[in-house]
């Protein structure tokens, strides 16, 4: 659980590299500590107005208990960036290349895999609430929720915890990778880690797309039980001057929140998944000649940049799915009522009780 990178044991010095095999090359020295730094601050910046938004919402709720546990675990990936910058430009002494690969980069992964998680258990809260609109919430059940959320975090930091043990060999070359600090138990750990991380990701695709088929499902069934009840599906004023939403408008917008989400899934955590296997088993077996080792890493790089693009999306889905973060957002900065009512158009006409992809209420 580390990004594998090649470290110069002395910064600046290259004349010794291999040209054929070396990783520095431009992509890894100059383009990604580029494209993470602009990641590290945009990202800082977003997340720091989640946790203060996120935080004066109480928790009352299955979907804000989740959500505050990925807004935790993107501020620690953020953080992690600085590091991954320094060293992959080469300007960082050894002791913080070290620090990078025992614990800086199992972070990394670490919440990750739990932003991972917590997005799966969020499909399956939305899923249970659509089907079954009118089960409530009781204190019991949200201490369950807390209960659960710890245990997920304990049983991440158990899992990594030996990838930071294992990790503790003396470089002795000029040039060095995160698995040439490892021991040989370490290596085996990493290679174990790594189909569990498969395991969790692969799992939770699988129940996120299930959850969301339903949900679709389930939705549809209720607009087009609406649509036959409504004088042609449009948008007509009842005696009382109430306004009723015409379904395939309420489908459209329930389709463009599906695809977010899905696109969270597709966009960041896919590739990476794909690319992660190849490049594992180049790093822990005498498989594969340096060319390709080399071609594996860059794929790694390049996808797992994508998965870091999770820390910056992932606040723009609390204000796309979460109503309590918009209003207590707008709240706290003193916005007059309908801000950005165009990009959330049509929200408060939608007469769907429990919304399942977003949050209609602190209290849902």
């Keep these: 659980m580390e990004r594998n990178t090649t470290f110069p044991l002395f910064p600046g010095n290259h004349s010794l590299t291999n040209s054929t095999c070396s990783r520095d090359n431009v992509l890894k020295t100059v383009v990604f500590p580029v494209l993470y730094s602009f990641l590290f601050l945009v990202g800082l910046s977003l997340n720091a107005v989640a946790v203060w938004v996120f935080f004066r919402i109480p928790s009352k709720s ?22 991954k910058v320094l060293s992959d430009s080469n300007m960082a002494s050894i002791g913080l290349r070290i620090f990078v690969c025992r614990v800086s980069s199992v972070l990394f992964y670490l919440t990750m895999y739990i932003s ?17 609109p009118f089960r409530g919430t009781n204190a019991a059940r949200l201490t369950r929720r807390k209960v659960l959320s710890g245990a997920i975090w304990t049983f991440l930091l158990v899992l990594c915890l030996p990838n930071v043990i294992l990790t503790r060999k003396t470089p002795t070359s000029l040039y060095f990778k995160c698995s040439n600090l490892k021991t040989e138990a370490g290596l085996y750990w ?44 449009s948008i007509h004023r009842a005696s009382s001057g109430a306004t009723t939403r015409n379904p395939s408008q309420a489908k459209r917008k329930m389709s463009a929140n599906v695809f977010l989400v899905l696109a969270v899934f597709f966009v960041c955590f896919v590739p990476f998944h794909f690319a992660r296997v190849p490049y594992t088993m180049s790093q822990t077996r005498e498989v594969f000649d340096c060319n390709l080792k080399l071609f594996f890493f860059q794929l790694k790089e390049s996808t797992l940049f994508l998965s870091s693009l999770n820390s910056l999306l992932d606040p723009l889905i609390y204000f796309f799915l979460c109503k309590s973060f918009r209003t207590t957002l707008f709240k706290t900065l003193r916005f007059p009522p309908g801000t950005c009512g165009w990009l959330i158009k049509g929200e408060s006409e939608m007469n769907t009780g429990s919304t399942p992809l977003r949050d209609s209420s602190v209290g849902t």
């Design 62 to 83: 299955h979907f804000i208990i989740y959500l505050k546990n990925i807004v935790v675990a993107d501020v620690i990936m953020t953080f992690t960036f600085p590091f």
């Design 116 to 132: 991972i998680l917590f997005f799966g258990l969020i499909s399956i809260d939305r899923c249970r609430k659509t089907l079954k």
């Design 190 to 233: 990493h290679e174990v880690v790594n189909h569990v991380c498969q395991v969790i990701f692969w799992g939770n695709l699988v129940t996120v797309i299930v959850c969301y088929t339903l949900i679709t499902r389930e939705l549809y069934r209720s607009y087009s039980r609406t649509k036959a009840h409504s004088s042609g599906g």
